[in-house]
């Protein structure tokens, strides 16, 4: 998917307001960190093509039967998860969670081989520690700005609220931009809660707008308590210059496992590529085939699949998005070692 590149004085409003909000998102980090090391001290304690064998595990390590172990979100996110675990069993073994911070803190104590999770927490504790790899990122867009009464043209809620999750976050960063490139800084405000809250507050009318993760969004906007003004990769080609994607969910690792895991995650890197592709072409059969397992009805799973944007560019495309993504979040570029060799 290609967007044409945007210049001029909206662009240069989006882009300056993005600076000015790094120091929320440093600030971010940091509380991120302090949560991420919190959970971890309490929980202390041949080919990569497609063939019937099975990668090796780490040599000499006597684990050679042992499937890998994925940690992954309950989320429309997780969709290619859930298709791998249930086409690869012998392979691959998932485990669903709620607490993001709790699982990276398993990920590091070694009781889980890969970690499907936000970008942001990944990126953070690479940050803070240098101890995970990315090894692949899917999923760029999953939400979608959601307002109470139907509207085209957001200078209709000028006096009203928008919500986004917690100061400082993406979404709050991406918000006083995309306000800023409209020239609506000074007459929308934005408010915080976390999604479920939110979605009530506009279900409710006691909200103008708030930007929903899917099948949040979906869920609303079938059962006409929201209605989709943009979906995130729309509103985030418009403040980045051009480009949609911005990262949302990766799979990460730890470092040390890099050497003897490299051939098992390309393998699953060429795996979910091509899940992805057929997920795009057909989300209506991912969706009959993994509703039950998120607890929404197909339709809704349906219609979030629609909406969120999967991809698997390559390499050299991801590391490029990733910098420019940090960029204008006024986040440091990452190192070549952020990212592990999955070519």
Same mark, same amino acid.
């Given at each position: 998917?290609?967007?044409?590149?945007?210049?001029?004085?909206?662009?240069?409003?989006?882009?300056?307001?993005?600076?000015?909000?790094?120091?929320?998102?440093?600030?971010?980090?940091?509380?991120?960190?302090?949560?991420?090391?919190?959970?971890?001290?309490?929980?202390?304690?041949?080919?990569?093509?497609?063939?019937?064998?099975?990668?090796?595990? *780490?040599? =000499?390590?006597?684990?050679?039967? !042992?499937?890998?172990?994925?940690?992954? #979100? /309950? @989320?429309? &996110?997780? +969709?290619?998860?859930?298709?791998?675990?249930?086409?690869?069993?012998?392979?691959?073994?998932?485990?669903?969670?709620?607490?993001?911070?709790?699982?990276?803190?398993?990920?590091?104590?070694?009781?889980?081989?890969?970690?499907?999770?936000?970008?942001?927490?990944?990126?953070?504790?690479?940050?803070?520690?240098?101890?995970?790899?990315?090894?692949?990122?899917?999923?760029?867009?999953?939400?979608?700005?959601?307002?109470?009464?139907?509207?085209?043209?957001?200078?209709?809620?000028?006096?009203?609220?928008?919500?986004?999750?917690?100061?400082?976050?993406?979404?709050?960063?991406?918000?006083?931009?995309?306000?800023? *490139?409209? =020239?609506?800084?000074?007459?929308? !405000?934005?408010?915080?809660?976390?999604? #479920? /809250? @939110?979605? &009530?507050? +506009?279900?409710?009318?006691?909200?103008?707008?708030?930007?929903?993760?899917?099948?949040?969004?979906?869920?609303?906007?079938?059962?006409?308590?929201?209605?989709?003004?943009?979906?995130?990769?729309?509103?985030?080609?418009?403040?980045?210059?051009?480009?949609?994607?911005?990262?949302?969910?990766?799979?990460?690792?730890?470092?040390?496992?890099?050497?003897?895991?490299?051939?098992?995650?390309?393998?699953?890197?060429?795996?979910?590529?091509?899940?992805?592709?057929?997920?795009?072409?057909?989300?209506?059969?991912?969706?009959?085939?993994?509703?039950?397992?998120?607890?929404?009805?197909?339709?809704?799973?349906?219609? *979030?699949?629609?909406?969120?944007?999967?991809?698997?560019?390559?390499?050299?495309?991801?590391?490029?998005?990733? &910098?420019?993504?940090?960029?204008?979040?006024?986040?440091?570029?990452?190192?070549?070692?952020?990212?592990?060799?999955?070519?």
């Amino acid at each position: 998917m290609t967007y044409s590149q945007r210049s001029g004085p909206q662009a240069g409003r989006a882009s300056t307001l993005i600076r000015h909000g790094a120091g929320r998102v440093a600030r971010t980090i940091v509380a991120l960190c302090m949560l991420v090391m919190v959970a971890i001290a309490a929980g202390a304690t041949g080919t990569v093509e497609e063939s019937a064998e099975r990668a090796p595990r *780490a040599p =000499g390590s006597g684990e050679a039967s !042992r499937p890998l172990t994925i940690l992954y #979100p /309950q @989320a429309i &996110a997780s +969709v290619p998860v859930l298709e791998l675990l249930a086409r690869y069993p012998d392979e691959y073994r998932g485990e669903s969670f709620n607490d993001h911070a709790q699982a990276l803190a398993r990920l590091i104590n070694g009781e889980a081989d890969l970690l499907f999770t936000g970008f942001t927490l990944g990126y953070t504790r690479y940050a803070s520690a240098g101890d995970l790899v990315h090894v692949m990122t899917p999923v760029w867009g999953a939400s979608a700005l959601m307002t109470a009464r139907q509207t085209d043209d957001l200078s209709s809620l000028a006096g009203g609220t928008i919500y986004a999750p917690f100061e400082g976050s993406p979404i709050d960063v991406y918000l006083r931009a995309l306000l800023d *490139a409209r =020239g609506l800084s000074g007459s929308i !405000r934005i408010a915080y809660a976390p999604f #479920p /809250q @939110a979605a &009530a507050l +506009v279900a409710e009318g006691r909200a103008d707008a708030a930007v929903l993760v899917e099948p949040i969004a979906s869920r609303l906007e079938i059962a006409g308590q929201a209605f989709r003004y943009h979906n995130i990769q729309d509103g985030w080609a418009e403040v980045s210059g051009g480009e949609p994607r911005s990262p949302q969910v990766s799979f990460f690792a730890r470092r040390r496992d890099a050497a003897a895991r490299e051939i098992e995650w390309t393998l699953l890197v060429r795996r979910v590529a091509a899940l992805v592709e057929e997920l795009t072409a057909d989300p209506a059969r991912f969706a009959a085939d993994h509703a039950e397992a998120l607890g929404f009805p197909a339709p809704v799973v349906e219609r *979030a699949l629609q909406n969120a944007l999967f991809d698997a560019p390559d390499a050299g495309e991801t590391v490029r998005i990733i &910098a420019e993504y940090n960029r204008v979040m006024g986040l440091a570029s990452p190192s070549p070692e952020f990212y592990a060799s999955v070519e």
